[in-house]
């Protein structure tokens, strides 16, 4: 059965740029797996920040994009603020019978 | 203003069954596919079970196959996940989400002797 695989943890300075990514362990990601991102904060309901691998909400913040890199899909933080340390999560499409895989999640800290 | 509002949680022994519910407003609800994920304790999301927009269709996650059971009454605008069977580690929040993009803030279920 196939895992998706994210960094379990990362490190970003405030105001710096950190990418994170999202990978399959049975081959690349594409656009056809559909990735989304979500954000969760401690106690608080996850909120979804990009769909469909680089589509973003009305609310998402600027500073979030998504995109494919190297065969993963990445959510790229440019210009990182306290805010945004949380715990980020993928997701991908996987195949008519498993729809939706969800990654391990990686916790962001911005120190 | 959309709003998910899960209910239904509790504690429950295992072996016995549960109905979560989640209501639906500020959007038309008929129209739109719908999930349910959860998370235990301490631990990563988890995705359960999707939905069609009319209910014909449902996929669900292989350790829930056969146990979870999700629907929906587009007339009262509500969405249902049935729990049979009830195991330790289904214990989790359970979300409901509106094409992933919008979620509930979820209702705890524990299964506990």
């Known amino acids: 059965q196939a895992v998706v695989t994210q960094e379990p943890s990362l490190t970003v300075s405030p105001g710096g740029t950190v990418t994170l990514t999202c990978g399959f362990s049975?081959?690349?990601?594409?656009?056809?797996?559909?990735p989304y991102w979500f954000q969760q904060k401690p106690g608080q309901a996850p909120r979804t920040l990009i769909y469909e691998t680089n589509n973003k909400y009305s609310r998402t913040p600027a500073r979030f994009s998504g995109s494919l890199l190297g065969g993963k899909a990445a959510l790229t933080l440019s210009g990182a603020q306290p805010e945004d340390e949380a715990e980020y999560y993928c997701l991908l499409s996987y195949d008519d019978a498993r729809p939706w895989v969800f990654g391990g999640g990686t916790k962001l800290t911005v120190l | 203003q959309v709003q998910l509002v899960e209910s239904g949680g509790g504690v429950v022994q295992p072996g016995r069954s549960l109905r979560l519910s989640c209501a639906a407003s500020g959007f038309t609800f008929s129209n739109y596919v719908m999930h349910w994920v959860r998370q235990a304790p301490g631990k990563g999301l988890e995705w359960v079970a999707v939905?069609?927009?009319?209910?014909?269709?449902?996929y669900y996650a292989d350790s829930v196959k056969g146990r979870l059971t999700i629907s929906r009454d587009n007339f009262k605008n509500t969405l249902y996940l049935q729990m049979n069977r009830l195991r330790p580690d289904d214990t989790a929040v359970y979300y409901c989400v509106w094409g992933l993009g919008h979620w509930g803030q979820g209702t705890l279920v524990i299964v506990s002797s």
């Open positions: 049975t081959g690349a990601v594409t656009s056809g797996h559909s």
């Open positions: 939905i069609s927009d009319d209910g014909s269709n449902k």
